[in-house]
C-alpha cells in the first residue's frame, strides 16, 4: 500500500542548541542528556500551547510545524523569553542557548514526516540564524500577522549551493519596551493541564528518539576504553553526528547494526541532492528498483527529487528573467514538464515569463496603464532586469503625457 501524501501549506520551524557538539566535549554523557531532557521540558509546552507539531527530533534539535505563520513566530519568540529566565541565574556551562528558523510554503506531508523546498530552506537558513535568535524568511513575514509581533530585516543571504537563490531574512525584534512584546508574554499562559495531552503526544515523539539516541551512546561507549578519555568524547561526537540522519528519517542502530537497504538508500539520495546532484540521486534510486523493487521509500523520495528539480528549474527560469530572456524562461519550464501538471512554484515562474512578454507587446499597444497592473502582479515593485524597469519608466511616461 502506497504512503498516503497530501500537499498543504505550513509554516516549518527548525530549533537547534547553539554548540551542542562542543558541549559533548566537556560534559559527561548523563550531563548530556540531562540537557536534552531539560531543554524538551522546556519547549514542549510552549510548542503545545502555540498549536506547533512536532514532525521530528534529532536528539538537540526540533523540526516543527504550525499551520499560522503568526503563531509559529510567537512561539519561537516565547521560547527565547522561556530560556533567557532560565538562563539568568544559571553558569555559562549550565545555560541552553538555541537558534530558530522558520519558513512557510507548500510541503508534502505524510503520516510521520514533512518534506519540500520549505523545508530545505528552514534547515539551511538556521545555519545563517545567531544564537538566542528568531530569524524568518519573507514568505513568513508576507504573511504572518505583523500587527502582532515586532520585526525588522536582517539581510539578504544565498544558501550554498550552485542553484540557490536569494533569501531575504527577517528576525524578531526582542525588545522588551516594545508594547507587542509585552503582549505576547504578558498573554501567554502555558496551562500545564490543559496542553497536558499535547505535551503528552509532543513528548511521545522526542522519547521515542531520545531512547534511541541514548541507547547509541551506551552501546557506543561501552565498547570503548574506560581509561581513555579522549576516545569518550569523540564517541559521543560522532554519536551525536550520527544522531541527526534522524531528520530525514533514519534510524540509528544500537551496536552499529548496518542501515536497512531502504534506509540506505535514503540517507544516499539527500546526500546526492545536498550536494546538488540530482541527476545521481534518481539513478540511485532507479538502481534500487531494479534490485529490490519500487516500495514507498522509492515513492517518497522519487518526489523530493522532484522537488529539487523543479526549485532548480524555477531558479533558472528566474535567472534568464533577470536576464531579460523571458522566451527562455517559459521554455525551460514547459520542458522540464512536457506534459505533466505544473507544481504551484512552477505556475508562478511561468506566469512571471508570460507577464513579462506580454508587458512588451501592452507598452507597443500605448497601453500603460495595463502594463503597470501586468508588471506590479507578477514582480511587485522589484524590477528583476534592466527591461523591466525601462517597461516601467515607458508606462510612467505616457500616463504623464496623457494628463
Known amino acids: 500500500m502506497s504512503t498516503q501524501r497530501s500537499q498543504k501549506n505550513l509554516t516549518v520551524m527548525f530549533t537547534d542548541i547553539s554548540g551542542f557538539t562542543k558541549h559533548t566535549e566537556t560534559i559527561s554523557r548523563d550531563a548530556l542528556m540531562s540537557r536534552l531532557d531539560t531543554h524538551n521540558e522546556l519547549l514542549m509546552?510552549?510548542?503545545?500551547h502555540f498549536e506547533g507539531k512536532i514532525v521530528k527530533t534529532i536528539g538537540d534539535a526540533f523540526l516543527i510545524t504550525f499551520e499560522s505563520p503568526?503563531?509559529?513566530v510567537q512561539c519561537g519568540l516565547f521560547m527565547q523569553h522561556t530560556l533567557r529566565k532560565y538562563n539568568a541565574d544559571r553558569p555559562d556551562p549550565e545555560q541552553i542557548h538555541i537558534k530558530v528558523s522558520i519558513n512557510s510554503g507548500e510541503v508534502t506531508v505524510t503520516e510521520n514526516d514533512v518534506f519540500g523546498d520549505p523545508v530545505n530552506v528552514a534547515a539551511k537558513i538556521e545555519k545563517a540564524t545567531n544564537p538566542d535568535e528568531i530569524y524568518f524568511t519573507e514568505a513568513v513575514f508576507l504573511a504572518m500577522v505583523k500587527a502582532e509581533v515586532p520585526t525588522?530585516?536582517?539581510k539578504t543571504f544565498r544558501p550554498k549551493g550552485a542553484e540557490s537563490t536569494e533569501i531575504k531574512l527577517y528576525k524578531v525584534a526582542q525588545d522588551e519596551a516594545d508594547e507587542r512584546y509585552q503582549k505576547i508574554i504578558a498573554g501567554t499562559h502555558i496551562d500545564a493541564e490543559k496542553n497536558k495531552t499535547r505535551v503528552l503526544e509532543l513528548s511521545n515523539v522526542a522519547e521515542k528518539e531520545f531512547v534511541r539516541y541514548q541507547d547509541t551512546l551506551d552501546a557506543l561507549v561501552e565498547g570503548q576504553s574506560s581509561?581513555?578519555?579522549?576516545v569518550v568524547i569523540g564517541v559521543i561526537v560522532g554519536a551525536v553526528i550520527l544522531a541527526v540522519a534522524l531528520i530525514i528519517g533514519l534510524s540509528i542502530f544500537a551496536g552499529g547494526s548496518k542501515d536497512a537497504p531502504n534506509e540506505q538508500l535514503a540517507k544516499d539520495v539527500r546526500s546526492y541532492l545536498s550536494s546538488d546532484k540530482p541527476g545521481e540521486a534518481r539513478t540511485r534510486i532507479e538502481n534500487y528498483i531494479n534490485e529490490f523493487g519500487a516500495d514507498d521509500t522509492t515513492e517518497t523520495l522519487l518526489g523530493e527529487v522532484q522537488d529539487y528539480e523543479v526549485r532548480v528549474v524555477v531558479a533558472?527560469?528566474?535567472?534568464?528573467?533577470e536576464q531579460g530572456l523571458p522566451e527562455d524562461a517559459r521554455s525551460a519550464i514547459k520542458e522540464y514538464f512536457g506534459p505533466r501538471d505544473l507544481t504551484e512554484a512552477a505556475k508562478q515562474g511561468l506566469s512571471r515569463a508570460d507577464a513579462y512578454i506580454e508587458c512588451r507587446q501592452l507598452i507597443e499597444d500605448g497601453k500603460a496603464k495595463e502594463t503597470q497592473e501586468t508588471l506590479k502582479r507578477?514582480?511587485?515593485?522589484?524590477?528583476?532586469?534592466?527591461?523591466?524597469?525601462d517597461l516601467r519608466k515607458k508606462a510612467d511616461a505616457l500616463i504623464e503625457a496623457d494628463r
Open 152 to 154: 525588522s530585516f536582517v
Open 227 to 230: 581509561n581513555s578519555r579522549a
Open 70 to 72: 503568526t503563531n509559529a
Open 378 to 389: 507578477a514582480f511587485g515593485d522589484n524590477n528583476p532586469s534592466p527591461e523591466i524597469k
Open 316 to 321: 533558472k527560469a528566474d535567472r534568464l528573467i
Open 45 to 48: 509546552p510552549i510548542i503545545a
